[in-house]
């Protein structure tokens, strides 16, 4: 028996002492000058010093973290215009279908499930029944709505959104009995509208849009908006602030018409300047273009592929609400200018067409509409036919309007030859690969309307001003360089033949 004092394991530990030294050599950097490993490019330009466009750098910004407000329902200051902040995450989709067939309901359902989406929410259920019209109490009926609170509780979800606009007392029912937030189409359309809009006057248009619908749907909770402020609640003012005095829900609603009020004034101003550069276009008789359509039909990136315009682009509904206009050229040098506007959507809200309306009428006043379609969505004659309902709104209808079927690359063949079929004014495009892109140019340039008065004219050199806005604004047929001057044939519009007219060439 080996005795314990002589037990040691020195032999093992210096056997593993190797594998010690073979990881000190795998973990050293390789002095082998032979090295085939590649160095960096140093003349290749660092990604972060390219200047990004503007749509990029407003995509960033979009998605960026932001820190999440207070959860308080309480509407404590009306100028901040949010619908008890509509703070969308985990929802359920109500609507009600009145007409039409089975597939009608479901894409107005799927849209509804996308613009949920869009303002921040995650959709976990969606129903819809069969009803004449929308029950003028609840809705969808007073025992569907305990089903309706059965499928709540089961999905654990915080708010409703119904597919159509609700009159007060139908939401305050909803909310009394579902015991849950509820926000209805229109609702939700502003919300989205509020988180997208960018400038001054988009900014304000959606804030008038909200309190008007805001004005009519205050309520209380919990007594809050009943109190009286007159004596002590008052703050205190003394003799003439005590008495009866007006309820909280009043002093809102005198608010939000001071508020209203104000912005109106405001956006008039900003009407002016609209119409002012508007009719400077006019004056010089510019030609103007407007891109048109459904939303996430394609416009600003058909914008960006027609003049390199650098505009946010997401696929997203209404992810860009502020109009951009650009100025361009014909291949044979006229001038014209071309212009992305907000886009349209069933239903849409009668409070956004009224606050959107001098922006709108950037497309009532164009020479040529360019109305986008989505060829790959799953109903694009239901989009053509919302946003001619919107033409004829605003008195767009009789525009000369050219058919753009964006999405080729994504769309049937059989339902691009049908749409085509049906609008034989149209033209196939895909925006994110370029195809029919310079076909659509061709088209847009032919249908742009032409100088009307015809002249001939001997300009001397020293008057190349005028032949340079011949260029711009005329179409020249012949043009000839001789001793005396430069001879030069073609149309052009009236103020600019009258002072052609100095130089014309008598017929011999």
Partial sequence: MTNASDFTLDP?????????????????????????????DLSAPDPEEVDPTTGQMDLVERHQLRRVASLRTELEDVTEVEYRQLRLERVVLVGVWTGGTVQDAENSMAELALLAETAGSEVLDAIYQRRMSPDPATYI?????????????ATGADTV????????????????RLKVKVVDRTALILDI????????EGQAQVELAQLNYLKQRLRGWGGNLSRQVGGRA??????GGRGPGETKIETDRRRIKTRIAKLR??????????DTKRSERKRNQIPAVAIAGYTNAGKSSLLNRFTSAGVLVEDSLFATLDPTTRRTTTHDGRIYTMSDTVGFVRHLPHQLVEAFRSTLEEVADADLILHVVDGSHADPEGQIAAVREVFAEIGASQVPEIIVINKADAADPLVIGRLQQREPHSVVVSARTGEGIAEALAFVEDELPRPDVEFHALLPYERGDLLNRIHQQGEIATLEHTGEGTVVRGRANEGLAGELAAYAVTPS
């Fill in 12 to 40: 093992e530990l210096d056997e593993t002492s190797a594998w010690e030294d073979a990881d000190s050599l795998d973990d050293s950097e390789p002095d082998d000058p032979d090295s085939t490993e590649p160095e960096p």
């Fill in 141 to 153: 009926g007073r025992g569907k709505v305990e089903g309706l609170k059965e499928i709540v509780a």
């Fill in 161 to 176: 959104i119904c597919d159509g606009e609700l009159a007060p007392s139908q939401l305050r029912n909803l909310e009394d």
């Fill in 193 to 200: 509208f509020a988180q997208h809009a960018k400038s001054k």
């Fill in 234 to 239: 008052a703050g205190g003012v003394g003799i």
């Fill in 265 to 274: 004034r405001e956006l008039r101003e900003m009407k002016g300047t609209r």
